[in-house]
């Protein structure tokens, strides 16, 4: 397509892009299925001491490479990219974002909470977000202007975050690998907890864009790939993403080489009403 990193985002343009980006986010899955399939993952471990997969770098070719057919004038950024030393210049603000398999742990573990994500920004923010699911045979999408969808078994249809906060309380959605500390320990404690949902990957902002959970806190550290996608989707479910203390997320570079010039600040993905009930709580 002609668009390019100064090019205005209409809502048409966004849903121009869908096929493709379901294509390629079908094919990737499709690669990561192969691997996982398999009784040998090829695992090796990287540099920062996480796990890396033969799945991994499968749907990171095919992604940056369909990235790039596709819209030849926008930077790709994916971790594996990333990893490999490979940092385009993004300083325009439009740029794709890209975790070619999220949730890697869970992938070799042999759970099925790993993600494909895919997301464009423009001006440093999330407005096209692409998650799929592939060993649950799931496809999420959402972007600025044009709603938020599921694919499954059943066929397409749009979803919503909850519009209320229950009476009962409410349902948080959270990492079973890692651990958020005290900090969310107090904000859980000033809160109505009804249940806690344990996903993997960004699974969890699916869950709160379709309305089965009412909130996703993040107070330990993960990189913008991860978080992106899961952004655009939430926010087109009617959803709201903020920073832990209230503000807006950065998409900008952070000081430092590598995956740690990609960190995120840490976050809350939340419906709506769950958002203003938490506002009273972060600061």
Known sequence: MS????????PADLEALLPELIRLADEAGAAIMDVYGRADHGVVTKDDQSPLTEADMAADRILYAGLKALTPDIPVITEEQIASGHEPDFSAGTFWLVDPLDGTKEFIARRGDFTVNIALL?????????L?????????????????FRRDQEGIAPI???DAVPEAGLTLVGSRMHRDGPTLDHLLSCLPIAGHVAVGSAVKFARVAEGAADFYPRFSPTCLWDIAAGHA??????????????GTVSYTRRKGQGTEAFLSDY???ASAPTAAKLQGYLS
């Open 267 to 269: 976050f809350v993905a």
């Open 122 to 130: 423009t001006d440093y923010r999330p407005v096209l977000g692409i």
């Open 160 to 162: 919503a975050a909850r």
């Open 132 to 148: 799929g699911v592939p060993a649950r045979g799931q496809l999420y999408w959402g972007g600025r202007g044009i709603g938020a």
């Open 233 to 246: 989707i939430v926010e087109a479910a009617g959803g709201v993403m903020m920073r832990a203390d209230g």
């Open 3 to 10: 668009l390019t990193p100064k090019s205005p985002f209409s």
